[in-house]
Nanobody, 117 residues
Framework: QVHLVESGGGLVQPGGSLRLSCTAS????????MGWYRQAPGKERELVAT?????????LDSVKGRFAVSRANARAMNTVYLQMNNLEPEDTAVYYC?????????WGQGTQVTVSP
């Protein structure tokens, strides 16, 4: 059973920074892709940033230059981070970690990010 455990959400003022982290466990296989999606109230879930082994990173246009996704744990590459800088109120959402392992997507429970004065 694959589990994704997220941490790092919270309340921050506009212009501030947060770092989200997510670790996948329960599989002997390395995720081919890990990343982050978000869902704001009344909106559909959208891709924020992903890292795909051998292909690199992909970002939502509105976060380019402000957010950075990275992978860690050199042996298993099973941890993903999202460094979020210069946060804006429009970034307020529940952020979900995603991992794709052998073609199957897995999701974390979500962590709330609120950007407010």
């Amino acid at each position: 059973q694959v589990h994704l455990v997220e941490s790092g959400g919270g309340l921050v003022q506009p212009g501030g920074s947060l770092r989200l982290s997510c670790t996948a466990s329960g599989s002997i296989f390395t995720p081919v892709r890990m990343g982050w999606y978000r869902q704001a109230p009344g909106k559909e879930r959208e891709l924020v940033a992903t890292h795909t082994t051998g292909l690199g990173t992909n970002y939502l246009d509105s976060v380019k230059g402000r957010f950075a996704v990275s992978r860690a744990n050199a042996r298993a590459m099973n941890t993903v981070y999202l460094q979020m800088n210069n946060l804006e109120p429009e970034d307020t959402a529940v952020y979900y970690c995603n991992a794709v392992i052998r073609g199957t997507p897995y999701w974390g429970q979500g962590t709330q990010v609120t950007v407010s004065p």
